[in-house]
């Protein structure tokens, strides 16, 4: 049995390099300890993994995280995901880190997220989403709860900006940050809305899905528009 539980994990080895490369890390072969990085846009979590001789028969692996942006709870589900894969396929050379690291089943602690209207010219959708954000903690928490989404995960662009107000001792500072996701300058002109309407604490995600159709300059219009909406309809919008 030592000998079968070995041999698979050798064929779990090669698969886990095959499917992540150089983020796949061997710590120690002799203590068959392993190092998985993955990324989600700015999240990073690092896996630790140890297989124990009685993996994958009789033993789950064990697991240990780094994610200073994950809180308590969501390594909590994310743990207990990793073991109802491994209890599915007990026995098995099984795919625990492949099926459940891509950060979308997590409970996460996450701002109320208002999702505005549709907007559809030519065949592409726009579409608004506006949150209360009030630190980076909570900026990750929207992006990762939309993209459980698998709607908005597969949209042709979800472009992004936010502006926080922070109180320090040398007084108020805004924290803003903003991303095209592949639609050059819409991220930039989203957060350049932002600072006209001087919106605080406050994040809108736009998804595209694209029709097909080029709209040239029309699309920052709808993104513009989007944009504007969502804030509006979340009650954000500053009078």
């Known amino acids: 049995?030592?000998?079968?539980?070995?041999?698979?994990?050798?064929?779990?080895?090669?698969?886990?390099?095959?499917?992540?490369?150089?983020?796949?890390?061997?710590?120690?072969?002799?203590?068959?300890?392993?190092?998985?990085?993955?990324?989600?846009?700015?999240?990073?979590v690092l896996l630790s993994v140890t297989m124990p001789a009685e993996y994958p028969s009789e033993a789950p692996p064990k697991y240990e995280f780094s994610a200073p942006w994950m809180d308590r709870k969501a390594k909590e589900s994310l743990r207990h995901s990793l073991d109802e894969v491994y209890l599915e396929n007990l026995g098995e050379t099984n795919p625990v880190i492949e099926e459940t690291l891509d950060l979308s089943q997590l409970e996460?602690?996450?701002?109320?997220?208002?999702?505005?209207?549709?907007?559809?010219?030519?065949?592409?959708?726009?579409?608004?989403?506006?949150?209360?954000?009030?630190?980076?903690?909570?900026?990750?928490a929207v992006l990762i709860k939309l993209k459980q989404n698998k709607k908005i995960q597969n949209a042709t662009h979800n472009m992004y900006a936010y502006r926080i107000e922070k109180k320090t001792d040398k007084g108020i500072t805004i924290l803003q940050d903003c991303d095209d996701d592949g639609e050059t300058h819409a991220g930039g002109r989203m957060l350049h809305l932002l600072q006209i309407l001087d919106q605080k604490n406050t994040i809108v995600?736009?998804?595209?899905?694209?029709?097909?159709?080029?709209?040239g300059p029309d699309r920052f219009r709808h993104i513009n528009n989007a944009t504007r909406q969502a804030i509006q309809q979340a009650g954000l919008l500053k009078k």
Not at 12 to 27: C, N, R, S
Not at 129 to 138: F, K, L, T
Not at 206 to 212: L, P
């Open 205 to 215: 995600v736009v998804s595209r899905w694209y029709g097909g159709i080029q709209l």
């Open 108 to 140: 996460i602690n996450c701002p109320d997220i208002t999702h505005g209207d549709v907007i559809i010219d030519r065949k592409s959708s726009f579409q608004g989403h506006a949150a209360e954000v009030h630190g980076i903690n909570d900026v990750n």
């Open 1 to 44: 049995m030592e000998q079968d539980n070995l041999t698979k994990q050798i064929d779990e080895v090669e698969a886990l390099t095959a499917i992540y490369g150089d983020d796949f890390v061997i710590d120690s072969e002799e203590l068959r300890s392993y190092t998985v990085k993955i990324k989600d846009n700015n999240n990073e």
